[in-house]
C-alpha cells in the first residue's frame, strides 16, 4: 500500500515522473516556460510508445486498440495487399496534377 502524494514509496510512479521528466527535458525551452504547452504532446507519445514489459503500449491497454495519428488517416494501413493499389492510384493522381 502506498501513501498518497508520495510518490517515492510507489516504484511505478516514481519511475514513471522520470520518464516523463526526461522526455519534457529534450523539448522545454531553456526559460522553461513552455513545459504546459509540450505536456500533452510528450503524454501523447509515452501513451503510443511500446512498452517493455507488457509489448504493447499504454492506449492499447485502456482502450483496447491503438490510437490513429494525423498519418494513420493520411496513410491508412492494409495489410490485406491494398496498399499496392493504393501506392498506383496516388501515382497517377499525382501524374494527372
Known sequence: MTIAYHPQTNGLTERFNKTLTDMLYMYVDVEQR??????????????MARQETTGLTP????????????LDTIFPYSPDGATQEYLQRL???TEES
Open 34 to 47: 513552455n513545459w504546459d504547452q509540450i505536456l500533452p504532446f510528450v503524454t501523447f507519445a509515452y501513451n
Open 59 to 70: 492506449f492499447y491497454l485502456l482502450y483496447g486498440r491503438e490510437a490513429e495519428t494525423t
Open 91 to 93: 501515382l497517377n493522381q
